[in-house]
């Protein structure tokens, strides 16, 4: 019996240190670093009939901080014979946050305003040199890809994990205190 409370205490003091490290009080959140650590690893995009433009952008910090930031997307276009890229006028601003070493997946979906003379498109966005790669534009009847508008699968972030695990180990712990008997039976 005492071995039971035992296990019972032990399983609700880890229980309480996991719950404790999931999330700082915002008086003691740690400062924000502007961009360090924060990388676009990857940019899809394709045509959303209806809207426009649609994808997703892969976030990266490998940063010791935590990060928040405004990445602003934009739509450029290429004309044939000529190197350059040139905006649409076709933008939106999506919020990352992530803890140090985490990675997200944010969807967007933007407007597409076709260009005269325009041979492809792409998205680019302000922070840094990813692009997705380019395609020949969106007519009024392109048929989207498959997953368009699903959501982007959550991350957990270290705190959550751990309250996964603590609580993981604590089933386990019950139920070999159930199959030896710890547990007083009700007859």
Not at 75 to 94: A, C, E, K, S
Not at 139 to 162: D, K, M, Q, Y
Request: charged fraction near 15%; glycine fraction near 12%.
């Amino acid at each position: 019996m005492v071995r039971f409370f035992g296990t019972i205490a032990f399983v609700l003091l880890l229980a309480v240190v996991a719950a404790n490290s999931c999330g700082a009080p915002a008086a003691a959140a740690q400062p924000v670093q502007p961009d360090g650590g924060l990388h676009v690893t990857e940019i899809r995009a394709w045509c959303a009939p209806g809207v426009g433009v649609g994808g997703t952008v892969e976030f990266v910090n490998d940063g010791p901080m935590p990060v928040t930031q405004d990445v602003k997307l934009y739509l450029t276009y290429h004309v044939p014979g000529d190197g350059t890229w040139y905006p649409t006028g076709d933008q939106v601003v999506v919020h990352v946050q992530l803890g140090p070493g985490e990675s997200k997946t944010v969807h967007y979906e933007m407007s597409s305003t076709p260009q005269t003379g325009a041979n492809s498109y792409r998205v680019e966005n302000d922070f840094d040199t990813t692009k997705s790669e380019s395609w020949k534009g969106c007519t009024p009847n392109a048929v989207a890809l498959s997953g368009f508008g699903a959501a982007a699968e959550p991350t957990l972030g270290a705190g959550e994990a751990l309250l996964l695990l603590v609580l993981a180990v604590a089933v386990v712990m019950v139920i070999r205190a159930l199959l030896r008997g710890a547990f007083p039976r009700i007859e």
